[in-house]
């Protein structure tokens, strides 16, 4: 309960605190954001983030494409050895627990 209180006061003070600093105030922090957002190097960089995460997600559907190919073709042995060190007692199919997990829970 005295958590619960605290919060709000600590919500109510943060509202009037920032209620008094105002429209410019905001209007100050989103123009300081956007200069930032606009600097070449922080674009370079956004840049750069997009190219690693399409490259990792392109990983992946190949990853995921030669999964399904191989568990359709019947060569489950492959397959079977890939996830068998990385599926810490979950199935590969839909993450459900396998028998030697305790209640579904991981240790």
Do not use: C
């Amino acid at each position: 309960m005295a958590s619960k209180f605290s919060f709000l006061v600590g919500f109510g003070a943060g509202y009037v605190l920032g209620a008094r600093s105002g429209r410019e105030r905001y209007e100050q922090i989103v123009e300081k954001a956007q200069q930032v957002w606009r600097d070449p190097r922080v674009q370079e960089k956004a840049g750069q983030a997009q190219q690693v995460v399409q490259e990792k997600a392109g990983q992946a559907g190949h990853a995921v494409k030669e999964k399904v190919a191989s568990s359709s073709n019947g060569d489950r042995s492959s397959s079977d050895a890939d996830t068998s060190s990385t599926t810490a007692g979950t199935s590969s199919a839909a993450g459900t627990p396998s028998a030697g997990t305790k209640g579904g829970k991981l240790p």
